[in-house]
């Protein structure tokens, strides 16, 4: 997804200078706003077409991060109601070279309310 695709808002955040990633011991990229469920779409597309093609690139202000998910991702779901807010979180992580600690046994199911 470009820049363009979205709100001018929606590209304020933090982005760590990874230019030259070998000598830094870690390289951040960070980003918090709200957005209308539209445009979170198009942020889940974005991620889910990067995740295809094994490269995501993360951009903002010229600078930007390209991440390769490769082999197996260790991948968390949470979600939390509490009163009136509720929260969602997702975390995907890998590591480079290749190297794996486990797996999950059941899969995860995510299906949409079809209301």
């Known amino acids: 997804m470009k820049s363009e695709d979205l709100p001018e808002d929606s590209l304020g955040g933090d982005v760590a200078d990874d230019s030259n990633l070998d ?6 990229f960070r980003h918090e706003s709200v957005q209308d469920t539209e445009t979170i779409v198009k942020y889940f597309d974005a991620f889910s077409a990067g995740f295809a093609q094994g490269r995501l690139t993360l951009s903002m202000g010229g600078r930007e991060i390209v991440l390769e998910p490769k082999g197996l991702l260790d991948f968390r779901v949470r979600s939390k109601k509490e009163g009136d ?3 969602v979180s997702l975390k995907i992580s890998w590591r480079e ?3 794996r600690k486990r797996s999950r046994k059941d899969p995860l199911v995510i299906k949409p309310d079809k209301n």
Do not use: D, F
């Open 97 to 99: 070279p290749r190297s």
């Open 85 to 87: 807010e509720v929260q």
């Open 23 to 28: 000598s830094l011991p870690e390289v951040e």
